[in-house]
């Protein structure tokens, strides 16, 4: 009534439009326009205490610990929720103990990108000696059941992967086919998933790997690949520089370089690269997803502002 309008809620970036309107004719008139700061609150906290601690901690110990923390797990990818996903890995190589300890971090900090509760499922396959060993089931209820369970069990499954042997020693004769037929059949038992990935991670070449390729075929993909109408993805890792001339398993790859992964043979068959490779795929993939996120809360910023402007006209 007496000609004052107040707009709350503004910062110094918003623009305020107001029209006036009065009768026809020639005159004068005043517009004064008064910026107030409101005081966020008439309670603020008392004064912080004035003194730090009296008893501040003491020199730090001199010698680091003997056994240092191993890597630290990478934050799980947010996909596996429709995913199952089998590890075969390749036991028949006799790697050293240094070999087999730094090629169990990588395939565990591998496996920790991808869960780090009960999804996506894992199976976890060991081919040695004629046979595949089933480390982990894909029903397995300490891993891939329960949520919380699995979330408590998580840093025991990363020690089993860990801690594995590699075959202590063993030499020759890798079950390949038999592992992945291991990982169809269990994938075919279930068939919940919407997408399943195989992982291959090699350090010799089997005998039966024309067999594995012929899988491929038309004749065979069908009888020997599919889980239900859906086919499963496979990522080959070689770890020994000597399968490399002839891109050993890459015809599991359907030409998809993101998923062949040939390292080099420096001073341990390629193993203390694997980390780095895997490492910095995922990195690219968590920075695509970074910015994707960053992007969204802008959209959601610019909306918000715009709703809170839109009211505000409406309540003029």
Known sequence: NDGTIVLTALDSTDTVNIMLQGPAG???????????????????????????????????????????TQSPNIEECDYGHVLDVAFIVDNSC???????ESRQEGIAELISSLKNDNT??????????????????????????????????????MEL??????GAAFVGNQPLQDSVDAA???????QSADAYKIVIIS?????????????????????????????????????DASLNDDEYLSCLTEGDDDRYYPLEDDDANGLERMNLVILSKIS?????????TIQLLIQQEILQRTQ?????????
């Open 308 to 316: 809170q402007r839109i009211q505000q006209v409406i309540l003029l």
């Open 284 to 292: 690219i993939q968590k920075s695509v997803l970074y910015q994707l």
């Open 94 to 100: 006799g790697l050293s103990h240094p070999q087999c």
């Open 26 to 68: 020639t005159g004068t008139f005043t517009i004064t326009i008064t910026c107030v700061e409101v005081n966020p609150t008439e309670d603020p906290t008392i004064d912080p205490t004035s003194d730090p601690t009296s008893d501040p901690t003491i020199d730090p110990t001199t010698d680091p610990t003997s056994r240092p």
């Open 120 to 157: 996506p499922r894992l199976l976890y396959i060991t081919a040695e000696g004629g046979v595949p060993t089933v480390v982990v089931e894909l029903d397995d209820a300490d891993y891939n059941d329960d949520q919380a369970t699995a979330e408590a069990n998580f840093p025991a499954l």
């Open 203 to 239: 350090c010799s070449e089997s005998e039966d790997v024309a067999a594995v390729c012929d899988y491929q075929s038309p004749m065979n993909k069908d009888m020997k690949l599919m889980v239900g109408d859906v086919e499963p993805e496979f990522t080959i890792i070689n770890t």
């Open 184 to 190: 169809i059949e269990a994938f075919r038992e279930d």
């Open 161 to 166: 992967i860990r801690n594995n042997d590699c």
